[in-house]
């Protein structure tokens, strides 16, 4: 993990320092950085649009920022960044349907004590398909 999250920091600082570029017409799937009020900038992948505004999921996050404006996304041309694997994955509670999900995640962390260390353990298999997640107090 440690080395994700330098990898997320240089991804975002990268980012920010790049030369913006905007783009009249955006397509469903195109890729490209979109930028927040707070000068945050973010790789992200176009998922919907609805009256000239965009719902774009931010690659390396996993979360989707919705309702966002042109002036706020802009090409991603760097094919080597374009092309970077995303550094979040989806992943779910074995036996929790998505409608719980969200609830019984922050019931877990709720009950964490913010003086105790948890560890987090991910295993992938070959594939980098992710199939355990185990949170361990130490």
């Known amino acids: 993990l440690p080395d994700d999250n330098l990898r997320v920091c240089e991804l975002e600082e990268y980012l920010k320092t790049c030369d913006k570029q905007r783009k009249h017409i955006w ?18 992948q ?3 649009t609805d009256d000239n505004k965009y719902h774009v999921k931010c690659i390396d996050y996993g979360n989707i920022l919705e309702n966002i404006n042109d002036g706020h996304l802009f090409v991603l041309s760097d094919v080597r960044i374009l092309e970077q694997l995303p550094l979040a994955q989806q992943c779910r509670l074995y036996g929790i349907d998505d409608s719980n999900q969200i609830k019984v995640i922050n019931d877990i ?9 948890v560890t987090v353990d991910i295993e992938n298999d070959e594939n980098y398909q992710l199939w355990l997640v185990k949170l361990t107090r130490e």
Do not use: Q, S
Request: some cysteine; charged content about 25%.
């Open 27 to 44: 397509a469903i799937n195109d890729r490209c950085i979109v930028g927040n009020d707070e000068e945050h900038f973010y790789r992200g």
């Open 46 to 48: 176009i998922l919907a």
């Open 109 to 117: 962390i709720k009950n964490i004590p913010t003086t105790e260390c």
